[in-house]
């Protein structure tokens, strides 16, 4: 009993402290879906601590760079598209071009409405809203863009690569203005693409700009004061000795009035992104930082994607050699560049394609594209980063589509012109904070928007998006 006593007075009296449980912030309640991702540049998964510690990263999982579950879906508009271009109103109606399916055989400016709004049911309605007297003949390349500031739903239309007339509406669709011709001097008219910014105009509260793929060595571009009425003559969209080539990605304008647009770099070599702050008369050159991924040697290989914030921060995306897609910021309108970053999540993609990029509030972004998972099973993948300028920021990918519902089946579909995917896509982001992401099923040629059915708001606060019923293959 001594013994007992003794042993008592040395082990009794002390207390064995409980391991420490670390929480991990992607405990969501509910399992990560197939086809969600969470990593970082490189595609590092940011659920294996080893390959985190393995790639030297330092998390700081809070604020906006905190992980909210996510999950994708895509619903369809119930026909046919075409490179598709979207627009986005604050009536929370989305559009989407339809080639060949207006009145007359003229491309259809189709209206989904119900669909931003959707909580609970699968319920809403896409219809063809152009419906003019004397419609525009059918556009070789249809062009839907809505203006941010105003609402303005300009289309327009390519015609045999010999010119392009625009009409808009401000009325959701309910009426469009007359055709008005856009070109003013001859020249090969292909590749369009047309954006606003808060650049004063005499005539309107923005200012319009188009470029083209022209009789030229880069792009040829054209600017209206007043809302799309008159066109000034086409100019150079780079600087006047620059060999870029004419494929020009989507323009895109900014709250602070300059206008971007992304192509290959004026010596031929890597990307640049081209800057205007004079409503589209002159452009000069800004470097993107492809000294570790190269430039694709493929379709998708002659343009860099570009978006722009509310805050007027600028964002480039562009596929590499290994057709991998890659971003990089500015925070000074373009004049330099953020490391490049490598956004394909950790899974068995062999290969991307057709990228492109949009933006919301500050530091948030979203971009899309196609990618090979399993040989010629394309998919259409987008990412989300939160807090772009973290020292690590978290990147969350989805599949839009279910692994067994591809969009493509086709051998290289991501490397070419490929079905009604043609030569891009399109992205934006809705008042909310939801991307949208306007592609094609090319293997049930319907025009489909894609988004996050759950997922980060890439506006105000950050927060949760409401959740929205998944569409998918029953929506075709």
């Known amino acids: 009993m001594l013994i007992m006593s003794m042993l008592s007075g040395c082990f009794g009296s002390d207390v064995i402290e409980e391991e420490e449980i670390i929480e991990s912030p992607f405990n969501f309640e509910q399992a990560i879906p197939d086809g969600v991702w969470y990593h970082y540049s490189g595609g590092v998964n940011a659920l294996n601590s080893t390959a985190v510690a393995a790639a030297n990263i330092t998390e700081n999982l809070s604020g906006n760079n905190a992980p909210i579950f996510s999950n994708g879906s895509y619903?369809?508009?119930?026909?046919?598209?075409?490179?598709?271009?979207?627009?986005?109103?604050?009536?929370?109606?989305?559009?989407?071009?339809?080639?060949?399916?207006?009145?007359?055989?003229?491309?259809?400016?189709?209206?989904?409405?119900?669909?931003?709004e959707m909580t609970e049911t699968l319920d809403y309605s896409c219809v063809n809203v152009y419906d003019p007297l004397l419609p525009v003949a059918n556009s070789n390349d249809p062009y839907i863009y809505v203006d941010k500031w105003t609402d303005r739903i300009m289309k327009f239309d390519m015609h045999a690569l010999l010119g392009m007339t625009v009409e808009w509406s401000d009325n959701e669709g309910g009426s469009f203005s007359p055709p008005t011709v856009a070109t003013s001097v001859y020249s090969v008219q292909d590749h369009q693409t047309i954006t606003s910014a808060k650049y004063p105009a005499a005539l309107h509260e923005t200012t319009w700009v188009y470029c083209i793929n022209g009789n030229a060595p880069h792009p040829l571009c054209s600017s209206s004061f007043d809302g799309g009425s008159t066109w000034s003559p086409e100019v150079s969209g780079a600087p006047l000795l620059c060999q870029s080539g004419g494929l020009t990605a989507h323009l895109e304008g900014g709250v602070n009035g300059n206008f971007y647009r992304g192509n290959i770099g004026c010596s031929g070599e890597g990307y640049s992104i081209y800057r205007s702050t004079d409503g589209g008369f002159?452009?000069?050159?800004?470097?993107?930082?492809?000294?570790?991924?190269?430039?694709?040697?493929?379709?998708?290989?002659?343009?860099?994607?570009?978006?722009?914030?509310?805050?007027?921060?600028?964002?480039?995306?562009?596929?590499?050699?290994?057709?991998?897609?890659?971003?990089?910021?500015?925070?000074?309108?373009?004049?330099?560049?953020?490391?490049?970053?490598?956004?394909?999540?950790?899974?068995?993609?062999?290969?991307?394609?057709?990228?492109?990029?949009?933006?919301?509030?500050?530091?948030?972004?979203?971009?899309?594209?196609?990618?090979?998972?399993?040989?010629?099973?394309?998919?259409?993948?987008?990412?989300?980063i939160t807090d772009v300028f973290s020292e690590n920021p978290l990147m969350t990918t989805i599949r839009i589509n279910d692994i067994d519902d591809p969009i493509d089946v086709e051998a290289d579909c991501g490397y070419n012109r490929c079905g009604g995917l043609g030569d891009f896509l399109d992205m934006s982001?809705?008042?909310?904070?939801?991307?949208?992401?306007?592609?094609?099923?090319?293997?049930?040629?319907?025009?489909?928007?894609?988004?996050?059915?759950?997922?980060?708001?890439?506006?105000?606060?950050?927060?949760?998006?409401?959740?929205?019923?998944?569409g998918g293959k029953q929506t075709l």
């Open 75 to 116: 619903y369809s508009i119930g026909m046919s598209t075409f490179e598709p271009t979207i627009g986005i109103t604050s009536a929370d109606n989305l559009y989407m071009a339809s080639y060949g399916n207006g009145p007359a055989g003229s491309t259809a400016v189709v209206q989904c409405s119900g669909l931003i």
């Open 282 to 384: 002159t452009w000069s050159e800004h470097p993107l930082p492809t000294t570790e991924s190269g430039t694709a040697d493929t379709w998708n290989g002659e343009e860099a994607q570009v978006a722009v914030d509310d805050e007027g921060n600028v964002y480039a995306m562009w596929m590499g050699y290994d057709n991998m897609p890659y971003i990089s910021y500015s925070r000074d309108a373009g004049d330099s560049w953020s490391e490049e970053m490598m956004i394909a999540p950790p899974t068995n993609i062999s290969g991307t394609g057709f990228p492109v990029i949009t933006a919301g509030g500050e530091g948030k972004i979203a971009m899309g594209y196609v990618g090979e998972e399993g040989l010629n099973q394309w998919h259409a993948y987008m990412t989300v």
């Open 429 to 470: 982001v809705d008042q909310y904070g939801r991307p949208w992401f306007g592609l094609s099923h090319n293997l049930e040629d319907k025009g489909i928007f894609a988004t996050m059915s759950d997922g980060p708001s890439l506006r105000g606060d950050f927060g949760a998006l409401n959740n929205m019923p998944i």
